[in-house]
């Protein structure tokens, strides 16, 4: 269970939100809502522990979540703007990397099916600065494929992807939230669910 409570975070002399309360139980998704500049990746990225809220607490398991720190974070992925992707290496490459910094000691062949459902089978060798941006982000989404990270903290997941990867995006995080993983996102599109529950906040007025 993830729980947020009174948290406040502000930028300059502006408070993005405050007295901010929500939880998000096993097998719940989050979408988080508001216009440009309304903190969505500010919430986002204070959930990971990437950006020091002003006020406010953040607990995982009935406990601060700055408390656990490494503990916590090996239990989220984080999916933001920038991909994490590295261009010099293959997408195989990549997702190695990311698989061993995920305690995910997956064999290649779990990779290769990584790659294949999400559409890159033929360019699982090359640079992936040889990749389009939106085969880039793919390799990027391979990784929720191989993670084993209960929470899921996804910015923007859907820009950038054709409607087959959206689809296909759709189904990893309805699976996810199936098999009783928690999701927190932002996105401009709807999330469909196949079972689960659904909540939205909305920043901003
Ligand atoms: N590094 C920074 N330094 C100062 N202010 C910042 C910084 N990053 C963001 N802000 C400000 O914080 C506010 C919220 O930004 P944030 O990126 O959280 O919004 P958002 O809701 O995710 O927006 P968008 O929908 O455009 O991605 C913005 O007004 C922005 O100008």
Known sequence: MLEVSQLECRRGDRTLFSALDFSVAPGNLLHV????????????????????????????????????????????????????????????????????????????????????????????DLPTRMLSQGQKKRVALARLMLSRAPL?????????????AVDLLQTLIAEHVAADGLVVLTTHQEVELTAGGLASLHLGS
């Not at 820009?159 to 087959?164: K, S």
């Open 33 to 124: 809502r508001g216009a440009n500049g309304s903190g969505k990746t500010t919430l986002l990225r204070s959930l990971c522990g990437l950006f020091t809220p002003d006020s406010g607490e953040i607990r995982w398991q009935g406990e601060s979540a700055r408390r656990l720190g490494e503990e916590y974070r090996r239990d989220l992925l984080y999916f933001g703007h920038h991909n994490g992707i590295k261009g010099d290496l293959t997408g195989v490459e990549n997702l190695r990397i990311a698989a061993t910094l995920d305690a995910n000691r997956g064999d290649d062949g779990v990779i290769w099916d990584a790659l294949a459902r999400i559409g890159l089978a033929g360019f699982e």
């Open 152 to 164: 899921w903290i996804l910015d923007e997941p859907f820009t950038a992807l054709d409607l087959g």
